[in-house]
Each structure stands twice: as structure tokens, then as C-alpha cells.
Nanobody, 123 residues
Framework: QVQLVESGGGLVQAGGSLRLSCAAS????????MAWFRQAPGKEREFVAT????????VYADSVKGRFTISRVNDKNTVYLQMNSLRPEDTAVYYC????????????????WGQGTQVTVSS
């Protein structure tokens, strides 16, 4: 079992920045591919970014490319999502996810999920 705890969400003005963190426990972190997804009210959960076990591969949704950066520190069992140039349409609950795969954009490939952290971007 893997436990994931997100933090770092909040309210920010458009154009601002936030950094989300996700702390993992229960399994060797370096064996897990990690990802961020988000879900806005009334919408389906969507892929944001993923990073492979050794951080050699990162993939981003087109909507966040160039603005968001996913990273990980295996010694700290933590994955991060640096979000810059935030827009009102980035408002959502952001979820951290983990799986024993290289990297995937599909939510169904991830077995472990955090509880989510709210990000609200005001215009």
C-alpha cells in the first residue's frame, strides 16, 4: 500500500504561482511513477503531468506545458508540481497519483491516489 498526502494548494490571483507537494509513504518511492491530475467542478478528472521513477521522463498536458513543472526528490519521497502563470481555468482539486509503471497519462493506470488539494485562481 502507498499513502499519498498533498499540500500547497490555496487561493492565488491570475498570473501568480503555487507549488504543490505530495509526500508518499508505504513503499519505496523510487519504484513508483508519479503524476498529477485535476478535477474542476462539473468536469471529469484530467491529466496534468507525470514523471517516471528516475525523473528521466516527464510528460505534460498541452494546457499546462510551459507553465507547470513536475519534479521529484526520491530521497524525500516527495513529488512536486510548480505552477506558474496560473489562470482561472486552472482552478480545480489537484490529485497526486502513484503507480508501478514508467509513466502514463491515463488515470486508470494509477493504483494509488491522494485526497486532493484545492487550487483556486481568481481573475
Amino acid at each position: 500500500q502507498v499513502q499519498l498526502v498533498e499540500s500547497g494548494g490555496g487561493l492565488v490571483q491570475a498570473g501568480g504561482s503555487l507549488r504543490l507537494s505530495c509526500a508518499a509513504s508505504g513503499r519505496t518511492f523510487s519504484t513508483l511513477a508519479m503524476a498529477w491530475f485535476r478535477q474542476a467542478p462539473g468536469k471529469e478528472r484530467e491529466f496534468v503531468a507525470t514523471i517516471s521513477r528516475n525523473a528521466g521522463i516527464t510528460v505534460y498536458a498541452d494546457s499546462v506545458k510551459g507553465r507547470f513543472t513536475i519534479s521529484r526528490v526520491n530521497d524525500k519521497n516527495t513529488v512536486y508540481l510548480q505552477m506558474n502563470s496560473l489562470r482561472p481555468e486552472d482552478t480545480a482539486v489537484y490529485y497526486c497519483a502513484a503507480a508501478s509503471i514508467v509513466a502514463s497519462m491515463k488515470a486508470d493506470d494509477y493504483q494509488y491516489w491522494g485526497q486532493g488539494t484545492q487550487v483556486t485562481v481568481s481573475s
